[in-house]
């Protein structure tokens, strides 16, 4: 026959399952949130592409975080264009090879190649998502993160939201300034070391990327 249970045991009892349920709220509210640029905001539902979007193009200032002197491309991207083409465009800018997982952290959760990363939490889909969903409006910013352990990470900004212009293809690039650092080269912090010692940053040239983009590039209809 069981002995009936103490008060202490029963307290005890008790109070576990009620931290056991604190913790389970805890953790729940805690799926309610993401982080964008190392800010924590709640998750928003991913909206609709507005109505307008296969015909405008966003301009977006894409920074290097952390770069100094500072790294970054004004870039002209189709508002409807999925991010893993933006994935592409970026890679194109920075001159990047691809070489390793990324990720974009936006306010609508993370987004990324689904299965490619075994040790961390799955990604969005980054293929269901365009760039105008994650960030419909001017101002608004999500961040692409390249390499998980070099940890490069791009502030993208939403200038302008625009009409797509007649017989321009996108995307393409407006300006920018500096070179990025070169695959696996330890960080920013390496990185702007390399930089210093050097003496001078090498000049950018828009142009340039603009023709490298051509093979992603079309022309949207206006």
């Not at 075994?118 to 001017?138: C, I, K």
């Not at 990327?209 to 093979?215: K, P």
């Amino acid at each position: 026959m069981t002995e009936p249970m103490s008060a202490r045991e029963m307290l005890a009892l008790l109070m576990k399952a009620g931290q056991e349920a604190s913790m389970a709220a805890i953790e729940a509210e805690l799926a309610n949130y993401t982080y964008v640029g190392g800010k924590r905001v709640r998750i928003q539902p991913l909206p609709e592409l507005q109505a307008d979007g296969a015909r405008t193009v966003h301009r977006v200032k894409v920074a290097l975080y952390g770069s100094r002197p500072p790294v970054w491309r004004r870039l002209d991207i189709p508002s409807a264009m999925p991010l893993d083409k933006v994935h592409e465009v970026l890679q194109v800018a920075f001159d990047w090879y691809d070489l390793h997982l990324h990720s974009f952290e936006t306010p609508s959760g993370r987004f990324g190649s689904p299965g490619r990363d075994e040790w961390g939490e799955p990604d969005l889909d980054e293929t269901t998502a365009a760039l105008g969903q994650v960030a419909g409006a001017e101002k608004a910013k999500v961040v692409y993160v390249y390499d998980f352990g070099d940890d490069w990470r791009h502030d993208i900004v939403v200038e302008k939201i625009l009409p797509a212009t007649q017989s321009v293809a996108y995307p393409r690039c407006i300006t920018g300034r500096g070179q990025a650092p070169a695959e696996d080269s330890g960080g920013i912090w390496a990185a702007n070391e390399a930089t210093e010692e050097a003496g001078s940053a090498e000049p950018f040239d828009p142009d340039e990327v603009t023709e490298a983009l051509a093979a992603l590039a079309t022309v949207l209809v206006t």
